[in-house]
């Protein structure tokens, strides 16, 4: 393999949220990955502190995952989505309803965490045509959410740079973030502000919940900077949906199947949504998987219109809805999840990841710093007038320490391997310390 890249291979390639111009005079190249470490194009080993992108919390290269994506690329390459089927994709959608609530049992499949949204949105405003309400077509959103970037997503998501350059989106209301100077420093849950909840009353007044479809907010909001959940925030946000008929959505592309020491955010925070997304974890990062998983009741809904049993009761889906390497690498990596107890694991090391990422608090420049499960965010002191700076210089420092974490916003953010050792917590933490403190 060449990974001598010519200017013109570094000029072809349009990468994704990168600094293209930074990056192609700097390149970072990932050549292979074992464990919870990446090999770069020195042959260097970096600590993987952000599980790939919240991908790979078992790890990189999981035998029993590469064991089962190759076998399937042998027997079945690809099976058309639409109209027919194949064994794995009903086996894993069993397989996910068994880390879900209560409840939420019906699976739709797609080929990524943007997807899951979209079609999560879609399936909310369906449900009300279906129910004879044709007008509870408004989305509501949240601050600081990261719903993925297709239009649909960025229209609730609360990510202004996301949305801004791409014009007209979706017309949306947003609940504000819940990031509240009082709770600043604090360890998981924060304890005020569940009142922001409230803010939906205020939305419903100004629309009437007869126009409003549904609210979608992660459980712990990842991408905007790790923000758990004030406590009984979700709960009030349950019960307001329930008291207006407004579907619940959680976008659990992050939180779901493990990184909050629970199966779902769901059941961490003690709060069951009526519709729920994943992706990411569910196959590990192998192969791109995306699923949107609802109520029996809302899949129910969809087959009683009375149309034809050969009529399409939903025209959505994706040429790789439930593809074939996709599920067999799902059904593998959800395997090894319950067979290696690995998210009660993620409980058992949060308690000490906590303690060890708080100790930072006084470091320079650090504003705050959230925890919950294996995830954390910090946020950083701006330079005058450039937000972005300072995490990026941070982050390029520990990349050169052989640490990859990741920086988006002003902030820092750390999703570390399910079964990551106190050791490997001790070095990040030292390595991000020692950066901080000189930044
Ligand atoms: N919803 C949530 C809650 C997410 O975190 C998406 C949707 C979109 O998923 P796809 O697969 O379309 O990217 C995400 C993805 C980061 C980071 O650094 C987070 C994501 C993606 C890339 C980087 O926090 N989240
Ligand atoms: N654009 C064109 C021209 C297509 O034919 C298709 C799928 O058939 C799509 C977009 C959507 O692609 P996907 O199903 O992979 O999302």
Known sequence: M?????????????????????????????????????????????????????????????????????????????????????????????????????????????????????????????????????????????????????????????????????????????LRHTWLPENHFSRGMPEQGAELADEMLEIIALHDASNIAAVIVEPMAGSGGVFPPPIGYLQRLRKICDDHNILLIFDEVICGLGRMGARTGAEAFGVTPDILTIAKQVTNGSVPLGATIVRQDIYEAFMATGAPEYALEMPHGYTYSGHPLACSAGLAALQVLDDTDAIQQVAKTAPYFESSIHSLANCRHVVD???????????????????????????????????????????????????????????????????????
């Open 369 to 439: 710093i959230r925890n919950y499960g294996l995830a954390a965010g910090l946020t950083l002191e701006a330079y005058p007038g450039e937000p972005l700076r300072r995490p990026y210089e941070v982050a390029m420092e520990m990349w050169r320490k052989g640490f990859y974490i990741r920086y988006g916003g002003d902030t820092l953010q750390l999703g570390l391997p399910f079964f990551v050792t106190e050791e490997e917590i001790d070095s990040l933490t030292n390595a991000l310390g020692e950066t901080l403190g000189t930044a």
């Open 2 to 174: 060449d990974h001598n890249l010519t200017q013109s291979q570094l000029d072809a390639y349009w990468m994704p949220f990168t600094g293209n111009r930074q990056f192609k005079k700097d390149p970072r190249i990932i050549v292979a990955a074992d464990g919870h470490y990446f090999t770069d194009d020195q042959g260097r080993q970096i600590f993987d502190g952000l599980s790939g992108l919240w991908t790979c919390g078992l790890g990189h290269r999981v035998p029993g995952i590469i064991e089962a994506i190759s076998n399937q690329a042998h027997d079945l390459d690809y099976s058309p989505a639409f109209q027919f089927g194949h064994p794995k994709a009903f086996q894993l959608a069993e397989r996910i309803t068994e880390f879900m609530p209560e409840g939420l049992n019906r699976v739709f499949y797609c080929g990524s965490g943007s997807e899951s949204v979209e079609t999560s949105l879609k399936i909310a405003r369906g449900y009300w045509r279906i129910q004879g309400q044709p007008t509870k077509t408004r989305l509501i959103g949240r601050g600081k959410g990261y719903h993925g970037v297709n239009f649909g997503g960025i229209s609730v998501g609360g990510i202004g740079a996301n949305r801004a350059t791409f014009g007209e989106a979706l017309n949306t209301d947003h």
